[in-house]
């Protein structure tokens, strides 16, 4: 079974953003191989200081490291909610089965 772990920086950590925050338009695709240099070397560093003393057999597969961020809403925002007690639902089953009969008995006249 394979785990991955989303490794924040630290905090204060200046990164070398490839976009132009100045409003001026690349013509050209944006070159991120310095950005992707610097998380490179921040996970094999995480890497080595606090998994493999751990885990020695864990590895970073580079193909799969991304640039930008991802919200996990359901963590951040998920409020849990009771479901519903089972003679409710059972109740409005035989609500909806009830409806149907009629219907049916409507079309079949």
């Not at 204060?12 to 690349?26: A, I, S, V």
């Given at each position: ?16 953003l490839?976009?132009?925050?100045r409003?001026k ?85």
């Amino acid at each position: 079974m394979r785990d991955t772990e989303n490794v924040p920086f630290p905090a204060g950590t200046q990164l070398p953003l490839p976009l132009d925050f100045r409003g001026k338009k690349k013509t050209s695709k944006v070159d991120v191989t310095k950005l992707l240099s610097l998380v490179q070397d921040h996970c094999e560093d995480y890497l080595k200081s606090e998994v493999l003393p751990y885990r020695p057999d864990a590895w970073i597969d580079h193909n799969k490291i991304k640039v930008g961020y991802e919200i996990p809403f359901n963590r951040h925002f998920y409020e849990y909610e009771e479901p519903r007690p089972l003679e409710l639902i059972e109740e409005d089953i035989n609500g909806l089965e009830k409806e149907i009969l009629a219907m049916l008995k409507e079309v079949t006249k």
